[in-house]
């Protein structure tokens, strides 16, 4: 007879605890998925969105350019839309393309750039430079590392020189 009572408790204690971990389960799944969605769409969509040359910066030489430095410049935007697409406008003209993020999205890869260069003011033609010395051949795309933090974009086209772009509203 004791026997049974204690099988009778093992029972109700494993179905208890059953019953916890079928209540628990969806609290923790839940707070995972919100977890991680959240650090995960902050760096997949930090890049998303308008910005605006502000600069050229060559850490070396502690030179900086900036769009009033060139003769008739207007200015330099980039959208970076969230279909990988990207589209943008120099002072005289546009250029368009597609782009990925890898390594852990702190490599931008211009997997194609298309643009007019007609006209186009010292201030564009820097920009077109600038992108140009992230040609690999070999790979047959433009690729820099970049960085974002507190609305401003940084795109390294070689190690220690960058432009600057601020996140448009």
Known sequence: ADHRL??????????????????????LLTL????????????DNAIHGTWKLVS???????????????????????????????SGSTTRNTFHGNYSLEDNNE??????FSTTKVNESDWGNLFYDKIDTSYSPKAKHWESTYTIQDDQLRIYYVEDEHMIFEKQQ
């Open 32 to 43: 995972f998925i919100i977890l991680l969605g959240c650090g995960e769409e902050t760096q």
């Open 6 to 27: 204690d099988w009778r408790g093992y029972c109700v204690a494993f179905f208890q605890s059953i019953l916890y971990v079928v209540k628990i389960t969806p609290i």
């Open 107 to 112: 490599k931008l890869i211009y997997t194609s």
């Open 56 to 86: 050229f910066v060559n850490e070396k030489t502690d030179e900086t350019l900036f769009q009033d430095d060139f003769h008739n410049s207007r200015q330099i935007t980039i959208d970076f839309k969230s279909d990988m697409r990207f």
